[in-house]
């Protein structure tokens, strides 16, 4: 059976021109200097618009209680 309303390739290319991957835009954060996305807050230093949004520290130490405690679970 042949397809009778067959796509050619040139059609098949031109949909596909807009499914090219981008690298995403980043700026500079006002505060530490480090790349962002722009409209987020700041991971390294975690200000969005000269305020303080995340508790970096916080998040840091938590982050290393909960790989301690992994890695006591994981020696017994």
């Given at each position: 059976?042949?397809?009778?309303?067959?796509?050619?390739?040139?059609?098949?290319?031109?949909?596909?021109?807009?499914?090219?991957?981008?690298?995403?835009?980043?700026?500079?954060?006002?505060?530490?200097?480090?790349?962002?996305?722009?409209?987020?807050?700041?991971?390294?230093?975690?200000k969005y618009?000269?305020?303080?949004?995340?508790?970096?520290?916080?998040?840091?130490?938590?982050?290393?209680?909960?790989?301690?405690?992994?890695?006591?679970?994981?020696?017994?």
């Amino acid at each position: 059976m042949t397809v009778r309303m067959r796509s050619t390739r040139s059609h098949t290319a031109n949909r596909r021109s807009h499914h090219a991957l981008v690298a995403p835009r980043l700026g500079t954060c006002k505060e530490c200097g480090a790349l962002h996305i722009p409209h987020k807050a700041c991971l390294t230093c975690g200000k969005y618009n000269g305020r303080v949004v995340i508790d970096v520290v916080k998040k840091t130490e938590k982050k290393q209680a909960k790989a301690k405690a992994r890695s006591a679970v994981a020696t017994r």
